[in-house]
């Protein structure tokens, strides 16, 4: 006799705690990454040349690792070289003048699983915390699953507004409201709008930091890719153990590797530890240690922003010459982005033509905690694509963006 099974159909929401469930009403991470039809010019690319990414130094590196010590990279603990990356690490920002020790480090796997630890430890759904708007796209998808109380702060054309911070904690102190427990910031070559902190701003932002007692999460993804002096770090001018950096080696090495660190104090560093646990990848830690052996890194830093430089001044003099009056943007001083407003248009609403003559771009929306308020911007990255594609993507672009001005 054959026996029916009972099939109970599982209310898999309800298993779900209550915050998870807020972070699943939120828009689905990645929404912003749309498919690009092939042939099409990716200025939406945010991430390094083919033809700088260092493949045949990983290569080497690779062989030479399981030449010397055979399997042992490949088990859990892996290589003493993981150690050894950390030392290089923290060499490497003490030469950027940001003194730090070797329990004040933690290597992590990219910068937003750094990120994702940080807003673990400091933030649940009663914390207050403030970004710059716009903003990374991933790190407000983060934030957003612990918090729904997110402030922003405009960013102009020396970054972060820090006059309208402090009124906005003037103003929450005389009300007797909540203060922010963090804020997060991108100082230098901001993502998405290129542009950086003055330095008297990121005094400024140092001393509030003090008065009003929160902490800063410094996004320093960037900060190798500097076309003149590299800007003073948040790090290095801190005083009171206040900052969170966050570095990476993505965008001056390779993305897909996932090395990404922490500085901070190391009390704050074992809390990081403590629930990132052995949740990491020892043999690209040791391959990517391998590979710094070989390599200096201030030197493959000043070889990276003299090539992105030049496709900087090809994308900035191509708007001038190509974009429709009424069209604005920034100068970028390094970093991959330039962050253009075309107003009256909407942007997301605009990008199915844009790749269907021929160009891809990130539309402004998605950098925005109300998304409403990005719908005339668009970000473009001059990092992926070659200077020829670059100045053609700009025409065909600017052609677009010339029908829709005129409607």
Known sequence: MKTERCLVQLKREAYFPEVVKQALSNIPPGSWMSAVPEGCIRLNSGYPAANLVPSTELKEATDRLLTEEQDLPLHYIGSPRIDQLKTQLIERMNERKMEVQEDEVLVTSGACQAIDLIARIL???????????????????????????IITIPIDADGLDTKQLEGILIERTKKEEPLPKLLYTIPTFQNPTGTTLSFARREKLIKLAKEYDFLILEDDAYGELAFGESPTTLKSLDEEDRVFYVGSLSKIVAPGMRIGWIAAH?????????????????????????YLEKVNLAHRSVLLTEKYEEKAVILYEALIHFMPEGVKWYRPEGGYFMWIEVPGVDTTAMLAKAKKAGVAYVPGQYFFLHQDEGKSFLRLSFSYASKEEIKKGIEILSHVVAEEINK
């Open 123 to 149: 933030l649940d759904e009663n914390a207050f915390i403030i970004v710059e708007s716009p903003t990374y796209m991933e790190a407000l998808e983060i934030f957003q699953n612990y918090t729904k109380n």
């Open 266 to 290: 190391s009390e704050w560093i074992e809390a990081l530890f403590w629930f990132k646990k052995d949740l990491e990848h020892p043999f690209a830690q040791s391959v990517m240690s391998a």
